[in-house]
């Protein structure tokens, strides 16, 4: 445990959409230099989380601190890519205008083109190794340009806390490794805090320090070592778990099939 103060802090967390308890008592805490896998299968509440922490949507109870302050407050701090980003082939937008927009897209105007712009765009650029189709456009690039144009949109204003929904979700298997080394390789190197939502947390067994397991509102949260326990996890789900370890992969399974939805399970493990 670092003595660094935490960049978000949750303590807990609830809430309510639509008269309905979505999440439930959530805390945990990230620090500088920390990559966090949110893992939870499909209406575990995963968006929801992150919404909370962008300050989109309002909590029942308790609290969300990003760098000791309420969400709203620090939003230059937090870089966000959001799930499916789509971009039309005709867009008259290359990649270095996308990425420009991140410094003032929220503002109406054309933005303007200076020095300081120019060498932060060509910064976030390089970050995520983008340079080669920094002029073609969004439109034309494949999903794991994209995705690494739009990683570059949200590192423009240099963002001490970096969240990413779902970003491996629509990427093949070398787009995918080769995101999670990026995200290694932006926590080495900026000591940036990185959280990361999927279903499967094995591709980002590399990098994951920290884990977020997200069970039908209600998370089991600390270090991977921890949370991805038998027991940790049965409490979780409700239902007795195994944990399998095979050639670096982790499998979670249910001890009794006929009393689990095994079918959940397994799109969590990533089967
Ligand atoms: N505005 C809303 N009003 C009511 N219920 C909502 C609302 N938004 C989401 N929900 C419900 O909250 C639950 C959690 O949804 P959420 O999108 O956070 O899950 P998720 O883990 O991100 O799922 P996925 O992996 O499918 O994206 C779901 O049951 C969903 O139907």
Same mark, same amino acid.
């Given at each position: ?16 959409? $639509? ?11 990230? @620090? ?12 575990? $509440? ?27 407050? @620090? ?53 995520? %190794? ?22 570059? @949109? ?29 995200? %290694? ?62 050639? %670096? ?20 493990? %990533?089967?």
């Amino acid at each position: 445990m670092t003595n660094q103060r935490a960049i978000l802090a949750v303590a807990d967390l609830s809430v309510d959409l $639509g008269g309905r308890s979505i999440l439930r008592d959530v805390s945990f805490d990230l @620090h500088p230099g920390q990559l966090c896998a949110l893992i939870g299968e499909n209406g575990a $509440g995963k968006t929801t989380l992150l919404r909370t922490l962008l300050g989109l949507i309002s909590q029942r109870t308790g609290t969300v601190m990003i760098d000791g302050e309420a969400p709203r407050k @620090h939003r230059a701090l937090v870089g966000y890519v959001p799930q499916k980003i789509t971009f039309d082939p005709d867009l008259p937008l290359r990649t270095r205008d996308l990425v420009r927009l991140g410094l003032d897209g929220h503002r109406l105007g054309l933005p303007l083109w200076n020095t300081r712009t120019h060498a932060a765009v060509d910064a976030a650029l390089q970050a995520v %190794g983008a340079e080669d189709f920094a002029d073609r456009r969004v439109g034309e690039l494949s999903g794991g340009q994209q995705q690494r144009a739009v990683i570059a @949109h949200a590192l423009v204003r240099k963002p001490r806390l970096l969240i990413l929904d779902e970003p491996l979700a629509n990427l093949d298997f070398g787009s995918a490794n080769a995101l999670v080394d990026l995200l %290694g390789k932006l926590i080495a190197q900026q000591q940036m805090t990185v959280l990361v939502t999927a279903h499967d947390m094995n591709p980002l067994i590399p990098v994951m320090d920290r884990l977020v397991y997200l069970v039908d509102g209600r998370a089991a949260t600390g270090k991977v070592a921890e949370v991805v326990q038998p027991e940790v996890l049965s409490k979780l789900y409700g239902y007795p778990v195994s944990v399998l370890r095979h050639g %670096g992969r982790i499998l979670v399974l249910p001890d009794a099939p006929e009393n689990a939805d095994v079918a959940n399970l397994n799109r969590c493990a %990533g089967h």
